[in-house]
């Protein structure tokens, strides 16, 4: 089973509320990504996990918070949700082998902030 | 910064016609791999191609592909589009050898819509 599988596939919130999306994987895969995808613009990377160790980007470092408690989970928290949230959010897994490993995509979560 | 270019935003083409998607890119490592990911509506993206290795055409589905380190150049391609390619394409780059993981780049994607 090669699947990413990504909760809800659609969200709705309110400016200041908390959003959390959810992202599983069984591939025992040891790096998960989280991509924020607007459109006519590149896959914007936020974060990965590298087994344990999160890597944070530095322009979205204090706007995104995650945990991975496992090696198959790994999720995406907003802490108060702005309207420039408003994006698709792409989870992605990767086995990590060194530039040959490629990405496995979930079907991603549709953040719609009002 | 590693960094990929697609120039197209919307290419509209008739069914039967040839397919080129353009895509460059630069990078300070010599054996980074490049990628062609494919979106469908409503579908994960996937991966439609890949490749390290300079001036060697590699093919999946009908498309293929050659990677120009000359011209930092990984341009798509097909011979005769089908309605069923109508999708999204993602050119991608990743580098950072002998870290353990990968950072992947992304081009803003090449939205294909053929038409009958």
Not at chain 2, 6 to 14: A, F, I, M, P
Not at chain 2, 83 to 89: E, H, P, T, W
Not at chain 2, 99 to 105: K, L
Request: hydrophobic share 30%; aromatic share 14%; glycine share 6%.
């Amino acid at each position: 089973d090669t699947t990413v599988k990504q909760n809800p596939r659609y969200k709705l919130a309110r400016v200041g509320k908390p959003v959390n999306l959810i992202c599983s994987q069984t591939m025992n895969h040891d790096t998960m990504y989280w991509y924020q995808k607007k459109p006519n613009q590149a896959p914007k990377l936020l974060l990965f996990y590298y087994d344990k160790i999160l890597n944070r980007e530095a322009d979205t470092f204090e706007k995104f918070q995650s945990s991975r408690p496992n090696n198959s989970f790994c999720s995406l928290y907003i802490g108060s949700a702005g309207l420039e949230y408003s994006a698709m959010y792409l989870c992605a897994s990767s086995p990590g082998q060194a530039n040959t490993g490629q990405l496995y995509f979930g079907e991603g979560s549709k953040l719609t902030v009002l | 910064g590693d960094s990929v270019t697609q120039k197209e935003g919307l290419v509209t083409l008739t069914e039967g016609l040839p397919v080129m998607l353009n895509c460059t890119y630069q990078t300070i490592y010599s054996n980074a791999f490049l990628f062609w990911y494919v979106h469908y509506l409503n579908e994960s993206p996937r991966l439609l191609l890949k490749s390290s290795t300079d001036n060697k055409r590699t093919e999946h589905q009908g498309f293929h592909a050659t990677l120009h380190k000359s011209s930092s150049s990984f341009h798509l391609q097909k011979s005769s589009a089908q309605l069923s390619d109508s999708a999204l394409y993602y050119c991608a780059l990743s580098d950072r050898p002998n870290t353990g993981y990968q950072n992947f780049y992304f081009g803003k994607g090449t939205s294909l819509t053929v038409i009958p």
